[in-house]
Each structure stands twice: as structure tokens, then as C-alpha cells.
């Protein structure tokens, strides 16, 4: 941070500690709002994206391009990409990783925000008022606390407050290391989230708010001190003028180099992913998604304003859904009025804070578009932006808007001296109580978020695999999906056991084929099972064989038709030498199964449909015969 000594201060109050005192507070609050949040973290697990991220970059030895580089639900985010490839190689399925990432990203964008407001308002000890209730609303709270929305969101965060104070510093004091610093912002940014794209549109206005409102004071002209604080001389016009000219000189390198990086992201992003988020996954669903202003009133009237209290104070989750706001009417009246009380107190004592305060309310717009871009279609909701991961980043505009007022120059007149004699106690009365509404809505939020199903099913899931794995048989494990209210089979095949356990030690073969079938029931354990038949492989003409195969296979018709699924064989089979055979129904997918000389049984897992089997032996064995048994589903027996 800058010391309080590299610019002046802008208010005739004076500092009451000093700048290494105030620099430990910034600490110890950003230090304590990234406690709770973890805290709040702590109490979930692995959920939905989690699951996927976890088993897209467990299946890649290394992290190359081909994982750094992929299309995660039309996001690019090769730095989120990173740090899931090292949480799913260095702990598989260990949530203690996953947390600390989500600690040392939120130290960070709390170390960012806090620089923010030191250059804003110039190491004053006022800082820490705009820095507490950024850090405590529960705006930013849920993508703080989910992981593969954490990845994206924290370093968004970081990035467009550290792009902000960098610009500021740059106009002030022109020195390129700030130029560098708000250019690596945007690239740190875009390495996580598309919406980093908005990062140097963010600084940009916040530079001009910021020139506007300290123009008074510290533009190239003088305060008008007669006549109304808003009256403006023609020099005063030409000399505003004269300081935006030289603000786009000071400025305008870092621009260019902005606006190269964006090309260059652009590029890449067409190539890699060519579309907005969601647009790949298929719909039953008939009709067109919410409206616009569904979205609208469902962002600005649920979502954000209720927050500017420390609301919603309630949650609703619908399983396997992420907790959404749910204000009481209570709470979105109160965010109203604080939003009120702000304002009236802004545009009484502070001069030239009306078009910061248009910025803070228009932001939200920009979530709002980009949902209706990237995710609009028959499955959405409106209440998708009552997540509220889709506006973590208002919470960097909300706070450098409040910097600005607190920075602006103080209105003259009776009314604005009025206001500045209770203006003190009235902001630490507002602070304790949007504080104390946000630590409810923190509690309250955290036991909603504590329900995973996820956690519920995997963990005993784990540790009953372990278990068979160790057993003398030690036999391998039928692909199943999981639950529904772990993961939606929309997301197939991500939802299958194979996927979702990768990379996890100790666990049997997941596959094709076991000799001992079990199923999971619905608290994770394994109870043994049997084929109930849909259909049967009849007994076949041979007497002492039923169907032979030779070394160049054959089909076995069934009983009857199967639809397109998949399906378990009981195979009862008697083969001549050690080797593998391979298994497909007429349509669909071949599974290829161990067999070993003798009389044995195995249970075969295929994808597909038709009236028939075929079997192909190979690696050794070139004749089997084929017993009769079922096609069908497994049941527990």
C-alpha cells in the first residue's frame, strides 16, 4: 500500500493513528472476515461443479493444455483449472486443500480491496468503514464459500480492485509500474474468469468517479466559493477540460495495452470455447426461459438490495440446487432504507458523488446480461442470480463507490455542517448494525450450506470400496451413477462412480465387469446384489455348452427387445484358457471382460440396446461356451 505521506490528505480531519497501525487493522480485518468465511466454507464439501472440476482434472496426468485450455461449462478458467488439477492429485476427494485455496484467494482479494480504499482515500483511518462492510455483507458470500465458484470469483475480485487503485496511482503519478501492475490484473483475471473482461471497464469508470469527485480539490482549478457549492465559472469549464486531457495522457499507454490483452483472450477464447456458458447442455423443457426483467427484479430486489442491510437473513435450497436468497419483506425494506440513508447522507455533505453512485447501482446490470447470455434458456430459472455468486464482484464497485464519497470534498452550508456533526456516529451505528445483520445471515447461510448430500453418500461410499478393495476377493466394482441429489444425470457421464472417484487411493477397479455385484444404497454402503432380468440369454442348443463361441464370436439373440440403456449381463460362461471376451449388445458400447479357465460367472455392464449379444474371445482364449442367464438391472438382494 502507499503510505498516507505520498499524497495528501483530502479532508481537514486528522489521522488518529498512525499508517502502520492502520495498516495492521486493514490486516486484522481482512484476517477475520477470511476466518469466518472459511469457517462457513468448512461446513460444506465437494459440490456439483466441485465434483466435475475434481474428475475432469483427475483424469490428466499433467496439466497441459488440453486440460488448462478446456471448456467448463463455456467458461475458460486455466488458472481455476490449475489449482483443481493440484487439489485433485495432491488430496483426491480431501475438502482440506479445496479449503485452503479458498482461504489464501480470499486473503488476497481482501489484501486487494484494502489497497483499494487506501488509495482512495488516502490512508485515512475512515478506510476501514467501506473495507468491514465489504468484507461482511453476504453479497460475496456464497462464492466465497464454494469452491469452483471461489476459484473464479476470489481472484475476479483481487484483480479488478487491484486494477483500480493501480489506474488511480498511474494518474496520479504516472509512473509505469502502475500501468504494469493494473495490466497483470486484468491477465491474472482473465486467467480465471471470462468476467475479468469487465475489470478494465470497471477502472476506467472508477478513474473518471474519482476525477470527478476530487476535481474540486485537486483538479487543475480551484473550488467555486461563491454563490452554490454547484455553480461553475467558464474557467472552471476549460479547466476541467484541461484535467481530462491530461488524464487520458497519463493514462492512455495502459489503455492500449488493455485493450491488446482483451484482443488476445478474445482470440484464444474463440478457439478454446466459441460460446457462452450453458449452451451445450440439453433441454427437455419447452418455451423460452425467464425474461429479462424477471432477472432484473429478482437481482436488484432479492438479491442485492437486501444484502446493503446484511440480509436476506434466510435461505432456500432446493436439492441438488446451491442455497438462494430469500428475504423477508423485512429485509429487503431494510436494505431499502440503508441504501436511503446513504444516499441522502452522500448527496448532503459530499459534493460530485451523484454519478459514483449511478455506477454502483447500474453494475449489477452487467451479471444480469451475462446470465441472460450465457445461461437463458428453458431449464433456467430467474432465481439462478438469488445465488448471488453471479454479483461477488459488486462488492469491489460498492466499496470503491463508498471510498469515493468519503474522499469527496465536503459540501458548505448549514445542512451539510449539520450532517457533519452527527455524521461520525451515525456511520458507526450503521456499521455496527449492517455487521450485526450479516453475521446472522452468515450463521443462517452455513447451516443451509452444511447439508451435502454429496459428503452424506461419497465419504461412507469411500470408505466401504477401501474395505472391499482390502478383502481377500478384492473384486472390482460395476460403473453406477450416482444420486440424483449428488449430481444430475445432465451431466453424464460425469455423474458415473468412475468419474467422480478419481484419482482416489485404495479403491477396487471401477469398470465393466465383477464377480461379485454389489449396489450403493443411499448412505453410501454397498449391499450385495443380483440381476433381475429384463430380458434372458436362452439356453442355447448344445447340451453339455449351450452357445459356443469360437474364435471369431458370435451373436446370441435374446429373448425379446432391449430399449437403449445400460445394462447388466449375468454371464455363466466355460472357457478353455485364460484370456478376455468382448461383450456388446447390437447397439451401443463393447465392454471387454477377463475370463479365466473353467466354469465361472461374471457380471458384465454394457450400454446399448437390440435382440441381441455378441461375444468375441481374445488374449488367449479362443473357445467358450455360453450358459443361459438374465439382462437387466441390479437389485440389492
Same mark, same amino acid.
Given at each position: ?18 499508517? /502502520? ?26 459440490? *456439483? ?30 488458472? %481455476? ?14 475438502? /482440506? ?15 486487494? #480491496? ?14 476501514? @468503514? ?54 497483470? !490484473?486484468? @491477465? ?9 473482461? #469487465? ?10 468517479? *474519482?476525477? *470527478? ?6 483538479? =487543475?482549478?480551484? +473550488?467555486?466559493?461563491?454563490? $452554490? ?23 492512455? !499507454?495502459?489503455? !492500449? ?40 427484479? +429478482? ?15 434466510? *435461505? ?14 423485512? !429485509?429487503?425494506?431494510? %436494505? ?17 458523488? %451523484? ?23 428453458? $431449464? ?5 442470480? /438469488? ?33 457533519? /456533526? ?72 460425469? +455423474? ?21 455385484? @454389489?449396489?450403493? =444404497?443411499?448412505?453410501?454402503? #454397498?449391499?450385495?446384489?443380483? @440381476? ?11 447340451? $453339455? ?13 435374446? =429373448? ?5 440403456? $445400460?445394462?447388466?449381463?449375468?454371464? +455363466?460362461? #466355460?472357457? =478353455? ?42 488374449? %488367449? ?17
Amino acid at each position: 500500500m502507499p503510505s498516507a505521506a505520498e499524497v495528501p490528505a483530502t479532508s481537514s480531519t486528522p489521522a488518529t493513528i498512525s499508517s /502502520r497501525a492502520l495498516v495492521g487493522l486493514c490486516a486484522l480485518v481482512v484476517v477475520a472476515a477470511t476466518a469466518l468465511r472459511t469457517w462457513v466454507a468448512g461446513a460444506g464439501w465437494f459440490y *456439483w461443479d466441485d465434483l466435475l472440476l475434481h474428475g475432469h482434472a483427475a483424469a490428466h496426468r499433467l496439466p497441459g493444455a488440453e486440460l488448462l485450455l478446456s471448456d467448463h461449462d463455456g467458461h475458460l478458467m486455466p488458472g %481455476g483449472m490449475a489449482l483443481v488439477w493440484l487439489a485433485a492429485h495432491t488430496a483426491p476427494l480431501d475438502f /482440506r486443500l479445496p479449503l485452503l485455496q479458498i482461504a489464501a484467494l480470499h486473503l488476497l482479494a481482501g489484501a486487494a #480491496l484494502a489497497r483499494m480504499l487506501w488509495v482512495l482515500l488516502r490512508g485515512r483511518p475512515v478506510l476501514l @468503514v467501506p473495507l468491514v462492510l465489504a468484507l461482511a455483507i453476504p453479497l460475496g458470500l456464497p462464492a466465497a464459500t464454494w469452491w469452483s465458484a471461489a476459484v473464479n470469483a476470489l481472484p475476479l475480485t483481487a484483480a479488478m480492485a487491484w486494477a483500480v487503485a493501480s489506474t488511480i496511482r498511474l494518474a496520479e503519478t504516472g509512473h509505469r509500474r502502475h500501468a504494469v501492475g493494473a495490466v497483470l !490484473a486484468t @491477465v491474472v483475471g482473465l486467467l480465471f474468469v471470462e468476467k475479468a473482461v #469487465l475489470v478494465p471497464v470497471v477502472a476506467a469508470a472508477v478513474l473518471l468517479c *474519482w476525477w *470527478w469527485t476530487v476535481k474540486g480539490d485537486h483538479g =487543475d482549478y480551484k +473550488n467555486n466559493q461563491h454563490g $452554490d457549492d454547484d455553480d461553475e465559472t467558464a474557467a472552471d469549464h476549460r479547466a476541467r477540460h484541461r484535467g481530462l486531457a491530461l488524464l487520458w495522457r497519463s493514462t492512455r !499507454a495502459m489503455w !492500449a495495452a488493455q485493450a491488446l490483452v482483451l484482443a488476445a483472450w478474445a482470440a484464444v477464447f474463440a478457439v478454446t470455447v466459441g460460446r457462452a456458458g450453458g449452451g451445450l447442455v440439453p433441454s427437455d423443457s419447452d418455451g423460452p426461459g425467464p425474461g429479462l426483467w424477471a432477472l432484473v427484479d +429478482n437481482t436488484y430486489r432479492l438479491s442485492v438490495l437486501p444484502t446493503l442491510a446484511g440480509g436476506p437473513w434466510q *435461505w432456500e435450497r432446493w436439492h441438488p440446487g446451491p442455497p438462494m436468497a430469500d428475504p423477508p419483506a423485512m !429485509a429487503v425494506a431494510a %436494505g431499502a432504507l440503508v441504501c436511503a440513508l446513504v444516499l441522502a447522507w452522500s448527496l448532503t455533505t459530499r459534493r460530485h458523488t %451523484g454519478p459514483a453512485w449511478a455506477l454502483a447501482a447500474l453494475y449489477p446490470l452487467a451479471s444480469v446480461l451475462m446470465v441472460a447470455v450465457g445461461r437463458l434458456g428453458p $431449464d433456467t430459472a430467474a432465481e439462478i442470480v /438469488r445465488t448471488l455468486r453471479y454479483h461477488a464482484d459488486s462488492v469491489v464497485v460498492l466499496a470503491a463507490v463508498l471510498g469515493l464519497a468519503l474522499a469527496a470534498p465536503r459540501r458548505q452550508g448549514r445542512r451539510a455542517l449539520a450532517a457533519a /456533526r452527527w455524521e461520525r456516529w451515525a456511520v458507526a451505528g450503521l456499521v455496527v448494525v449492517v455487521v450485526s445483520s450479516s453475521s446472522y445471515s452468515l450463521l443462517t447461510y452455513r447451516g443451509v450450506w452444511a447439508e451435502q448430500p454429496s459428503r452424506d453418500y461419497l465419504l461412507p461410499l469411500v470408505e466401504a470400496l477401501r474395505e472391499r478393495e482390502s478383502s481377500p476377493s478384492g473384486e472390482p466394482m460395476l460403473e453406477t451413477e450416482v444420486p440424483p441429489e449428488v449430481l444430475l444425470p445432465v451431466t453424464a457421464p460425469a +455423474n458415473r462412480l468412475g468419474a467422480v472417484l478419481a484419482g482416489v487411493p485404495g479403491l477396487p477397479p471401477i469398470g465393466a465387469w465383477t464377480g461379485e455385484p @454389489v449396489v450403493v =444404497d443411499a448412505s453410501g454402503g #454397498l449391499r450385495p446384489a443380483d @440381476v433381475v432380468p429384463g430380458r434372458t440369454i436362452p439356453q442355447g442348443p448344445e447340451a $453339455d455348452c449351450g452357445h459356443r463361441v469360437s474364435a471369431d464370436g458370435a451373436r446370441i439373440g435374446l =429373448d425379446g427387445p432391449l430399449l437403449y440403456r $445400460d445394462w447388466v449381463l449375468r454371464l +455363466n460362461l #466355460l472357457v =478353455d484358457a485364460d484370456g478376455t471376451v468382448a461383450v456388446r449388445l447390437d447397439e451401443g458400447e463393447e465392454a471387454t471382460v477377463p475370463v479365466t479357465a473353467g466354469l465361472g460367472t461374471v457380471f458384465v455392464r454394457v450400454e446399448g440396446g437390440g435382440t441381441g449379444v455378441t461375444l468375441t474371445p481374445s488374449g %488367449g482364449t479362443a473357445d467358450l461356451c455360453v450358459g443361459s442367464g438374465p439382462v437387466g438391472v441390479l437389485v440389492p438382494r
